[in-house]
Protein backbone atom coordinates (compact mmCIF):
# COMPACT_ATOMS: atom_id res chain seq x y z
CA UNK A 1 0.00 0.00 0.00
CA UNK A 2 3.01 2.46 1.23
CA UNK A 3 4.79 1.70 -1.83
CA UNK A 4 1.67 2.06 -4.85
CA UNK A 5 1.48 5.54 -2.44
CA UNK A 6 4.83 6.35 -3.44
CA UNK A 7 4.86 5.63 -6.73
CA UNK A 8 1.27 7.56 -7.57
CA UNK A 9 2.81 10.67 -5.96
CA UNK A 10 6.14 10.21 -8.32
CA UNK A 11 4.26 9.79 -10.77
CA UNK A 12 1.60 13.25 -10.09
CA UNK A 13 5.16 15.00 -9.48
CA UNK A 14 6.57 13.94 -12.66
CA UNK A 15 3.40 14.72 -14.40
CA UNK A 16 3.17 18.04 -12.66
CA UNK A 17 7.30 19.15 -13.45
CA UNK A 18 6.32 18.33 -17.47
CA UNK A 19 3.34 20.56 -17.45
CA UNK A 20 5.08 23.26 -16.31
CA UNK A 21 8.27 22.51 -18.61
CA UNK A 22 5.68 22.63 -21.55
CA UNK A 23 3.88 25.53 -20.06
CA UNK A 24 7.90 27.68 -19.87
CA UNK A 25 8.32 26.47 -23.46
CA UNK A 26 5.81 28.09 -24.64
CA UNK A 27 7.60 30.99 -25.49
CA UNK A 28 10.23 29.88 -27.70
CA UNK A 29 10.13 30.38 -31.47
CA UNK A 30 9.90 33.26 -33.75
CA UNK A 31 7.85 36.82 -32.79
CA UNK A 32 7.73 40.11 -34.77
CA UNK A 33 7.92 43.26 -32.50
CA UNK A 34 4.92 45.89 -32.77
CA UNK A 35 5.92 48.17 -36.47
CA UNK A 36 6.58 44.85 -37.63
CA UNK A 37 10.25 45.32 -38.76
CA UNK A 38 11.94 42.82 -36.50
CA UNK A 39 12.03 39.78 -36.09
CA UNK A 40 12.91 37.79 -32.64
CA UNK A 41 14.07 34.89 -31.94
CA UNK A 42 13.47 33.29 -28.56
CA UNK A 43 15.44 30.05 -27.26
CA UNK A 44 16.66 28.59 -24.46
CA UNK A 45 20.11 27.92 -23.11
CA UNK A 46 20.15 24.85 -20.12
CA UNK A 47 17.32 26.54 -18.35
CA UNK A 48 17.19 30.29 -19.46
CA UNK A 49 15.34 32.07 -22.33
CA UNK A 50 17.05 34.12 -24.70
CA UNK A 51 16.21 36.29 -27.51
CA UNK A 52 17.96 37.83 -30.77
CA UNK A 53 17.17 39.24 -33.66
CA UNK A 54 16.83 36.97 -36.29
CA UNK A 55 15.33 38.89 -39.26
CA UNK A 56 15.40 43.26 -39.89
CA UNK A 57 13.15 44.65 -42.33
CA UNK A 58 16.16 47.46 -43.03
CA UNK A 59 18.84 45.26 -42.39
CA UNK A 60 21.59 47.92 -44.18
CA UNK A 61 22.19 51.60 -43.62
CA UNK A 62 22.49 54.82 -46.59
CA UNK A 63 25.71 53.26 -48.10
CA UNK A 64 24.70 49.71 -48.07
CA UNK A 65 26.57 48.47 -44.85
CA UNK A 66 24.80 45.96 -42.40
CA UNK A 67 23.67 48.34 -39.62
CA UNK A 68 25.55 47.69 -36.80
CA UNK A 69 25.20 48.13 -32.61
CA UNK A 70 26.70 51.50 -33.22
CA UNK A 71 24.75 52.73 -29.87
CA UNK A 72 26.29 50.25 -27.31
CA UNK A 73 28.05 52.25 -24.91
CA UNK A 74 31.12 49.57 -25.08
CA UNK A 75 33.15 50.86 -27.86
CA UNK A 76 34.17 47.70 -28.94
CA UNK A 77 30.83 46.53 -29.82
CA UNK A 78 30.03 49.03 -31.55
CA UNK A 79 31.23 46.92 -34.69
CA UNK A 80 28.78 44.12 -33.97
CA UNK A 81 26.05 43.30 -36.70
CA UNK A 82 22.42 44.13 -35.27
CA UNK A 83 21.27 40.97 -37.04
CA UNK A 84 21.79 38.13 -34.23
CA UNK A 85 21.93 40.37 -31.52
CA UNK A 86 21.08 39.15 -28.72
CA UNK A 87 18.16 41.32 -27.23
CA UNK A 88 16.89 39.18 -24.23
CA UNK A 89 18.64 37.53 -21.64
CA UNK A 90 18.59 35.17 -18.59
CA UNK A 91 15.02 35.09 -18.54
CA UNK A 92 13.68 32.08 -15.80
CA UNK A 93 10.07 30.96 -16.20
CA UNK A 94 7.97 30.60 -12.55
CA UNK A 95 4.63 29.45 -13.47
CA UNK A 96 3.33 32.66 -14.77
CA UNK A 97 6.34 35.04 -16.17
CA UNK A 98 9.58 34.71 -17.73
CA UNK A 99 12.12 37.22 -15.50
CA UNK A 100 14.55 37.81 -13.85
CA UNK A 101 16.20 38.79 -17.41
CA UNK A 102 17.48 41.98 -19.05
CA UNK A 103 16.21 43.32 -22.26
CA UNK A 104 18.34 45.64 -24.84
CA UNK A 105 17.76 48.72 -26.74
CA UNK A 106 19.47 49.04 -29.76
CA UNK A 107 18.03 51.95 -30.74
CA UNK A 108 19.66 54.04 -27.39
CA UNK A 109 22.57 51.42 -26.54
CA UNK A 110 20.68 50.99 -23.06
CA UNK A 111 19.81 47.84 -20.84
CA UNK A 112 16.73 47.57 -18.71
CA UNK A 113 15.60 45.02 -16.48
CA UNK A 114 12.12 42.86 -18.24
CA UNK A 115 10.18 40.49 -17.57
CA UNK A 116 7.57 38.81 -19.93
CA UNK A 117 3.91 37.31 -19.93
CA UNK A 118 2.23 35.41 -22.60
CA UNK A 119 -0.89 35.99 -23.88
CA UNK A 120 -2.01 33.26 -26.77
CA UNK A 121 -0.35 34.88 -29.50
CA UNK A 122 0.59 37.97 -27.52
CA UNK A 123 3.75 38.20 -25.62
CA UNK A 124 4.12 41.38 -23.57
CA UNK A 125 7.39 42.41 -22.97
CA UNK A 126 7.87 45.25 -19.76
CA UNK A 127 11.37 46.60 -20.06
CA UNK A 128 11.92 48.91 -16.61
CA UNK A 129 14.49 50.75 -13.93
CA UNK A 130 14.19 49.82 -10.33
CA UNK A 131 10.84 49.09 -10.27
CA UNK A 132 7.97 47.09 -12.77
CA UNK A 133 6.19 50.45 -12.14
CA UNK A 134 8.44 52.77 -13.98
CA UNK A 135 8.57 50.90 -17.69
CA UNK A 136 7.19 50.28 -20.86
CA UNK A 137 5.38 47.80 -22.29
CA UNK A 138 5.49 46.33 -26.00
CA UNK A 139 3.29 43.63 -27.32
CA UNK A 140 4.78 41.51 -30.17
CA UNK A 141 2.52 39.03 -32.03
CA UNK A 142 4.02 35.34 -32.81
CA UNK A 143 4.89 34.98 -36.55
CA UNK A 144 3.42 32.33 -37.90
Not at 27 to 54: A, E, R, S, T
Request: hydrophobic share 35%; proline share 4%.
Amino acid sequence: MLKKLGITLLIALSTGFVVLAQKADAILGQWVNPNGQDHILIYKKGNKYFGKLDWIKFPNDEQGKPKTDKNNPDQALQSRPDLGLELLKDFTFDGDIWDDGTIYDPKNGKTYSCKMTLDGNNLRIRGYVLFSLFGRTEVWTRLK
